[in-house]
């Protein structure tokens, strides 16, 4: 289709930044939160913080569809006057906008929702906002999540903060990039193949999948609702452990949600990490890894060795079989019929195979999912370890163009999501945190995965790594006056 001009509601024209508002920007969630509580920072200046990020930076990065400039700051000056709820209490966030918020538009980066604005909240969204979040926009995306790139998007692409002619990652990159360039001080993205670890991966930052059933999935506009996961976007771990805290919990209307004690786990996040036993995943997740990339990535295993009392290879079980093929078309099946050419060539091309699925290849497939969930914690014991750990990306990112030449081509691949979509199919938390550099400056994150509700232990050893090490502190050099590259390519209808 045409490209069409980018949007975004209330967005004012790029101003410089202040220093005092840019170093206020550039705090994590916790050290916003703890000046909070001391008083010697409010809800509006975080809010005005983020919203000059947003202002100098976004029509660089494309990360946000709607801005929510008016509400976030009626919200700020009124959680400003009130008793604070908990930790998140006047912290600006944002939403990947295939999350739903009642009275604001929820796009899905789709044209098919151009104007879509649902009547209620998603359940995340009520529980971000109970806990006294405040909602500062909604992020762009690849279209229905359907991707991992960002770059097939109605609103046009999100580029990679650290290279504006590359990619971020997806499906949630406009979530990566917003927090990378300190437009919101952590983000929700949602995972059906690793939409949530490649970007916070290509972006620098820290992403975690949770267990599938831990954190609702309710009023999200699905891609593949047994695959789907929905969790945090930030600066650093315990910027996770915090935004985990809000958004876990049962949620009877959510047909996938368990009922599960919650831990603390900004506490589980602190526990020792010295008698862990590690399993190090290099077939086949090691192969075809970039060369510049491998000494980061081999660096960061060996450091986690050092952290934990013994290491080993291990191989996943076979998850071959476990496909869901017309899962996303049950939910498009009436919107494809009626407006099947509003959909972007990648999706499009997607849901008229998802049309054709058969149901008993669809119950063998969930028949086979379902067994390896059962019997993923029998696998780490049989194996000897609590732990894992592998990179999250083999490759760096492609530039935008060849990114969207590559979806709409023939026969488009996800390489993407090679190392991260087997873990969405087991349904077991997996974080990544940042690990180095490649040699062009693209961020590299180190993947750590852990047993079924042992998102403690996962967040434990993702944060001694990140004490240990000094990469999550590093910022894209991207500058107020840096140029945007010009696409050349178009989408066609």
């Not at 098919?112 to 649902?118: A, G, H, K, L």
């Not at 079989?321 to 078309?329: H, I, N, Q």
Request: net charge positive; glycine share 8%; proline share 6%.
């Amino acid at each position: 289709m045409n490209r069409r001009s980018f949007l975004v509601s209330s967005l004012a024209a790029a101003v410089p930044l202040r220093a005092d508002t840019n170093d206020i920007a550039r705090l994590s969630l916790a050290e916003a939160a703890a000046k909070l509580r001391a008083k010697s920072l409010t809800p509006i200046q975080l809010v005005e913080a983020c919203l000059s990020q947003i202002d100098t930076y976004n029509s660089k990065v494309n990360a946000f569809i709607t801005v929510t400039r008016a509400q976030a700051l009626a919200d700020a000056k009124r959680l400003a006057g009130e008793t604070a709820r908990g930790p998140l209490h006047g912290i600006p966030v944002a939403l990947k906008d295939n999350v739903d918020t009642a009275g604001v538009r929820t796009t899905a980066a789709s044209a098919v929702f151009d104007n879509r604005i649902p009547d209620e909240d998603a359940e995340v969204t009520r529980r971000l906002k109970a806990a006294g979040a405040i909602v500062i926009g909604k992020t762009n995306l690849h279209e229905f999540a359907n991707g991992g790139t960002s770059v097939v998007s109605y609103f046009g692409p999100v580029r990679n903060p650290w290279a504006l002619d590359r990619h971020p990652g997806g499906s949630s990159g406009g979530s990566g990039a917003a927090v990378a360039m300190d437009m919101a001080y952590g983000a929700l993205g949602t995972d059906t193949g690793g939409s949530i670890r490649t970007p916070a991966s290509l972006c620098g930052i820290v992403g975690l999948k949770p267990t599938h059933g831990l954190v609702s999935i309710r009023g999200i506009v699905p891609l593949v609702w047994t695959l789907d996961h929905c969790g945090p976007m930030t600066r650093t771990v315990e910027d996770s452990a915090m935004l985990l805290q809000a958004l876990a919990g049962y949620d009877k209307g959510d047909l996938h949600s368990i009922e599960r004690p919650i831990p603390n786990y900004v506490a589980e996040m602190k526990k020792p990490v010295s008698e862990l036993r590690l399993g190090v995943l290099r077939v086949p997740f090691f192969d075809h890894v970039e060369p510049d990339a491998a000494k980061p990535i081999e660096d960061a295993v060996a450091l986690l060795a050092k952290m934990t009392k013994s290491q080993k290879d291990a191989v996943l079980p076979d998850t071959r079989g476990a496909s869901l093929g017309g899962e996303m078309y049950a939910y498009h099946e009436d919107l494809y019929k009626t407006s099947s050419g509003r959909y972007q060539i990648q999706v499009r091309r997607g849901l008229a195979r998802g049309g054709e699925a058969k149901a008993f290849e669809y119950v063998k497939g969930w028949r086979r999912l379902m067994t390896l969930r059962r019997t993923i914690g029998d696998w780490f014991d049989q194996q000897g370890v609590d732990l894992l750990v592998l990179p999250t990306m083999r490759r760096a990112p492609r530039a935008v163009d060849e990114a969207i030449k590559l979806a709409e081509s023939e026969k488009p691949r996800n390489p993407e999501l090679a190392n991260t979509s087997e873990f969405n199919v087991l349904g077991i938390p997996a974080i990544t945190v940042p690990c180095g550099f490649n040699a062009k400056g693209i961020p590299i994150g180190i993947m750590i995965v852990g047993r079924p509700w042992d998102e403690g232990r996962v967040l434990a050893l993702a944060h001694q790594f990140e004490r240990a090490t000094e990469w999550h502190k590093a910022k894209p050099p991207l500058k107020p006056d840096t140029p945007v590259p010009a696409l050349k390519v178009d989408s066609a209808d």
